[in-house]
């Protein structure tokens, strides 16, 4: 703890990066595929469940609408006309989807996608797992689902990055702990005690185990955000949608 | 890619926001609840072996926004030592980042549970004269709360009064109240006087509590009138599923809740002076009565006294009525 009352808290955001959403509009072919390939990685999978749940596609198609979806984003440099003071990026892309659909033309879109461009395999099948807990979202509430699964998807990626981190630095014990008492169903009435005895640590460890886990999952996860997003005030408001407990 | 249930989801968004604590002498124990900017947390204090509530200000806060206004509050309080205003006990910065302060932790209910759960009217009464008694003492120390309401106001087991969440609190300048009363040490040591959102004219408060110019954002305008205006309000709310009140509460409810700041109370001392008066059964300021209401008031008040006063003289006329036979 530090003893003084200074108002700056260095360390507490992730410094500026390139946001992808400038890399994916740049006049390089490489740097557009990069960014693009980070928007694919945070929103494919929201993407496919929204077409899948709120439009009633079936797998085949929405696997279909999904890629054909992600390669216009490249070809017709879809995220050039994203205005970051006038939405979010990701109600950009939901409508953007809503708009592919809407004038769907499946042999157009068979035509003009002649393969040329690949990007990863994107793994349709464990998405239709996850889809067995998922509601149809009223249309009403299509908002807030597509903000979920985009919360879930950054939340994943993160995890992720949090786990290798963790293991290039031997802190496994860390990312451990945070996933037992902070996300399975296990450790959720425990002490810290308890949870202490169960790994074989001092109950100081879990307490310094899980801040330090806590505190590099929110780094990543801003960090993740900071590449997402077009202006600081979005910036701003996703933390706030991502990791504060209320609105602005 | 792991997947993460809607209640992994939560849980792992509540996890993020627990603030850092390694490395200080505080142990998480749980969070309490939820503010504007940030959360309020037990915790346990390694060092003295107690718990406490710890505030901390949300992580999210770029501009320092938040820091510097919970900063202000734990200053605020600590000047404000008084049994019905909860004591600061600590303050600084987390390893996260985050400005928090640590206070006594309050162990009792909010004043909605507290109403559903207390008496008739003189407990209620008696328990809003305290909450009136700690407001005035911030008056005194030119500190107004600025967001009286039910859930900012907890009752301890023993009928304890605290008022909370002094977040919104604004300064009067010095030269007013401190002065009259000769306590003038914040306004020296707190740097503005004025809340950072309030120079713009923004509204802060919470409908339904807030005082008709505090709504408009009438920052010159907001006053002490303004905390009698929410105390009047926070009245109302206490005395609600009681039945029908006596037209004397009413009046003093009312005027405290005037609309037009000249026909409110002057000061929460003369609310509480007419809350008084009526717990005394003498007539409130607030209810003017001709002769009549003077005497039904005093017949009231000495009801005991008259009905002994009446039973000895019906004694005494049935003694003379069966001597007379």
């Known amino acids: 703890m530090r003893d003084d009352t200074k108002l700056d808290a260095p360390g507490q955001f992730p410094p500026t990066r390139w946001s992808v959403i400038v890399a994916a509009r740049s006049m390089e072919p490489e740097e557009r595929r990069r960014g693009l390939e980070v928007v694919i990685a945070a929103y494919w999978r929201p993407v496919y469940k929204y077409i899948r749940l709120r439009w009633g596609k079936d797998s085949e198609e929405a696997k279909d609408l999904t890629q054909d979806f992600f390669f216009r984003l490249l070809e017709k440099d879809l995220l050039a006309s994203y205005e970051p003071q006038r939405a979010r990026l990701r109600t950009f892309l939901r409508v953007c989807v809503d708009h592919l659909i809407a004038n769907d033309d499946k042999a157009r879109r068979r035509l003009k996608r002649g393969g040329e461009i690949e990007f990863q395999p994107l793994d349709f099948e464990s998405v239709e797992g996850e889809m067995q807990h998922s509601e149809i979202p009223a249309p009403d509430r299509v908002e807030d689902f597509f903000e979920r699964e985009w919360a879930r998807s950054i939340f994943s990626l993160s995890l992720q990055r949090l786990q290798q981190d963790c293991e290039q630095r031997g802190k496994q014990t860390h990312f451990r702990l945070l996933e037992f008492y902070d996300i399975e169903e296990a450790g959720k009435e425990l002490t810290y005690a308890q949870v202490a005895r169960q790994f074989g640590v001092k109950t100081s460890d879990v307490t310094n185990y899980l801040a330090y886990a806590r505190r590099e999952f929110r780094r990543i996860v801003l960090e993740h955000l900071r590449e997402m997003t077009g202006s600081e005030t979005e910036f701003r408001r996703e933390a706030h949608t991502l990791l504060g407990m209320k609105r602005p | ?325």
């Not at chain 2, 992580?59 to 205003?85: C, M």
């Not at chain 2, 008694?133 to 600025?146: D, G, I, P, Q």
């Not at chain 2, 009140?245 to 000061?267: C, F, H, N, W």
């Open chain 2, 1 to 325: 890619m792991k997947w993460l249930s809607d209640a992994a989801l939560d849980r792992l968004r509540a996890a993020a926001d627990i603030p850092d604590l390694s490395g200080t002498r505080y142990l998480w124990v749980e969070k309490l609840g939820e503010g504007g900017m940030g959360g309020v947390y037990r915790v346990e204090d390694a060092a003295l072996g107690r718990q406490v509530a710890l505030k901390a200000i949300r992580i999210v806060d770029p501009s320092g926004q938040f820091a510097a206004r919970l900063l202000r509050e734990a200053k605020i309080i600590a000047q404000l030592e008084h049994p019905g205003i909860v004591p600061v006990h600590d303050v600084g910065t987390l390893p996260d980042g985050r400005v928090f302060y640590t206070m006594k932790l309050v162990r009792g209910r909010r004043l909605d549970q507290y109403r559903a759960e207390s008496g008739g009217v003189p407990e209620r009464l008696r328990t809003f004269q305290k909450i009136c008694e700690a407001v005035s003492f911030a008056h005194a120390h030119s500190v107004l709360h600025r967001d009286l309401k039910p859930q900012n106001i907890m009752v301890g087991r023993f009928g304890e009064v605290l008022v909370m969440d002094w977040g919104l609190a604004k300064l009067l300048n010095r030269g007013s109240l401190a002065e009259a009363e000769g306590a003038g040490r914040i306004g020296a040591e707190i740097e503005p006087t004025s809340h950072p959102d309030t120079a713009h004219g923004a509204v802060l408060g919470t409908p339904g509590y807030m005082a008709p110019e505090q709504a408009r954002g009438e920052i010159s305008a907001v006053g002490p009138g303004a905390d009698v205006y929410s105390l009047g309000e926070v009245l109302k709310f206490l005395l609600q599923g009681l039945g029908p009140m006596p037209k004397a509460l009413v009046a003093i409810a009312g005027k405290a809740t005037a609309q037009d700041l000249e026909r409110r109370y002057g000061s929460v001392e003369e609310l509480a002076n007419d809350i008084a008066q009526y717990l005394d059964g003498l007539p409130v300021r607030a209810y003017p009565q001709g002769p009549m209401g003077h005497l039904w008031r005093w017949v009231i008040r000495n009801r005991a006294w008259i009905l002994l006063i009446l039973a000895y003289l019906a004694m005494r006329a049935l003694f003379i009525l069966w001597r007379a036979r």
